[in-house]
């Protein structure tokens, strides 16, 4: 017999348990990235396997964007669809993010991920969202995203491969995980994006339309700790309108 996984205990809202049990349990797809198995999610008590750190390394990323594409094409049932056992009322970090499916992507992502973020920064994006039509790009199926997809959410194991933690899982646009994942860094990141786009090529336009995506995050980061988020989310909101 192998040694038994060390387990890894997260202590939080009954409500944000529920939530992530339920996301990381979706996002294990058959060829995606490898995600932390859920022992037992109980009031607030979530309990994962623990996965040990190892250094990036280049063969990790290039394998990580092939099964982070898998992972996205396994789709969703909706625009803002959450997963199952999951919860419309969920959270991005330590911000409310409601989950309201949708048929279409460009004013699902105007009225459920811009605009409520920008009212409460404060920062006009009604232009953005009069054009989010065509700033969009070509429609496309709604995809299994992680949600939160920044490179503190990725844990490189000392196993060689990329794990994913902490989602706010729900059905979107993939190109709005790939923009998060540029945001705040990731290491070999072209590598990553390369070997994704070899799997599931991404449409025309899409590196003019990362300031769209990215304005998402920019925003909850603006209502969360203000500061220089507020100038990043007004630079994306002008840069999204020059695509």
């Not at 490898?34 to 063969?59: E, F, K, T, W, Y």
């Not at 199926?141 to 959410?153: F, I």
């Not at 490189?156 to 994913?164: H, K, Y």
């Amino acid at each position: 017999m192998g040694a038994r996984a060390a387990l890894r205990t997260k202590v939080q809202s009954p409500s944000a348990t529920a939530a992530e049990a339920a996301g990381l349990r979706w996002l294990r797809v058959d060829g995606g990235p490898p995600v932390p198995v859920v022992h037992s999610a109980d009031g607030g008590r979530l309990v994962m396997d623990q996965i040990p750190h190892g250094p990036p390394n280049l063969q990790a990323a290039v394998t990580f964007g092939r099964r982070l594409a898998v992972m996205h094409l396994a789709g969703a049932d909706a625009f803002g669809s959450p997963p199952p056992g999951g919860r419309r009322q969920a959270t991005i970090g330590m911000a409310a993010m409601v989950n309201e499916p949708a048929a279409e992507w460009p004013s699902w992502f105007a009225s459920h991920r811009i605009s409520p973020y920008a009212r409460m920064a404060g920062i006009d994006v009604s232009e953005v969202c009069a054009h989010i039509d065509s700033l969009a790009g070509p429609a496309e199926p709604p995809s299994r995203l992680h949600g939160d997809l920044w490179g503190g959410n990725l844990v490189w194991g000392a196993d060689g491969q990329v794990w994913l933690i902490d989602p706010a899982a729900h059905g979107g646009h993939r190109e709005t995980d790939l923009a998060m994942l540029q945001l705040f860094g990731c290491p070999f990141l072209d590598h990553v994006l390369g070997a994704y786009r070899e799997v599931a090529p991404l449409a025309d336009g899409w590196e003019a339309r990362v300031p769209l995506h990215q304005l998402f995050p920019l925003l909850v980061h603006a209502v969360l700790f203000g500061g220089g988020y507020r100038g990043q989310a007004e630079a994306a909101a002008r840069a999204a309108l020059r695509s």
